[in-house]
T-cell receptor, first 111, second 115 residues
Framework: GDSVTQMEGPVTLSEEAFLTINCTYTATGYPSLFWYVQYPGEGLQLLLKATKADDKGSNKGFEATYRKETTSFHLEKGSVQVSDSAVYFCALKAGNTPLVFGKGTRLSVIA | GAGVSQSPSNKVTEKGKDVELRCDPISGHTALYWYRQRLGQGLEFLIYFQGNSAPDKSGLPSDRFSAERTGESVSTLTIQRTQQEDSAVYLC?????????????FGPGTRLTVL
């Protein structure tokens, strides 16, 4: 079945450091790819998405590019802030199916 | 407009009791999903409703779990004879349709603790 694998955390970075959270997927169809974020004490919210190969999703300084050849959707940010501390989930959706999530990566950014 | 709401926000129950969790989706959204998030884990799909179609129950972990949805509005997830392993955050999400690119909007979740 479809699956998502993302790097295990926790990830601890200093403010203004570069962030990469790796995500790779396996899907029988042609999925859309998503990054969701869960801030402390808050619900899950969409961060960005991409629906076809080579698309780049971006939001709040975060970016991820849909790479079909490597089946990847790595999340990057050039300069993280303390307020970016959260749990990040990579997910895919292929057709009329539920989202398939990775296990989540906890990011802690220290001042 | 209002987002997805869920109630109660927290529920503590004793092993063997039944519980009901409620989800109010965004108005007009035809698709509604239930997920479970155990501590330190990703989200597990439980059940999915799309319009008037038969629900996709493939993620329900046992026959103690069931869910209903009234038309395109409120949904209730029922867990009978709760067990300690049912302790988790139960998340509801809705989307306008159920296509591959449609964004799902999540509620704040119900934290269930089974003693």
């Amino acid at each position: 079945g479809d699956s998502v694998t993302q790097m295990e955390g926790p990830v601890t970075l200093s403010e203004e450091a570069f962030l990469t959270i790796n995500c790779t997927y396996t899907a029988t169809g042609y999925p859309s790819l998503f990054w969701y974020v869960q801030y402390p004490g808050e619900g899950l919210q969409l961060l960005l998405k991409a629906t076809k190969a080579d698309d780049k999703g971006s939001n709040k300084g975060f970016e991820a590019t849909y790479r079909k050849e490597t089946t990847s959707f790595h999340l990057e940010k050039g300069s993280v802030q303390v307020s970016d501390s959260a749990v990040y989930f990579c997910a895919l959706k292929a057709g009329n199916t539920p989202l398939v999530f990775g296990k989540g990566t906890r990011l802690s950014v220290i001042a | 407009g209002a987002g997805v709401s869920q109630s109660p926000s927290n529920k503590v129950t004793e092993k063997g009791k039944d519980v009901e969790l409620r989800c109010d989706p965004i108005s007009g959204h035809t698709a509604l999903y239930w997920y479970r998030q155990r501590l330190g884990q990703g989200l597990e799909f439980l059940i999915y409703f799309q319009g008037n179609s038969a629900p996709d129950k493939s993620g329900l972990p046992s026959d103690r779990f069931s869910a209903e949805r009234t038309g395109e509005s409120v949904s209730t997830l029922t867990i009978q004879r709760t067990q300690q392993e049912d302790s988790a955050v139960y998340l509801c999400a809705s989307s306008a349709i159920a296509g591959r690119s449609d964004t799902q909007y999540f509620g704040p979740g119900t934290r269930l603790t089974v003693l």
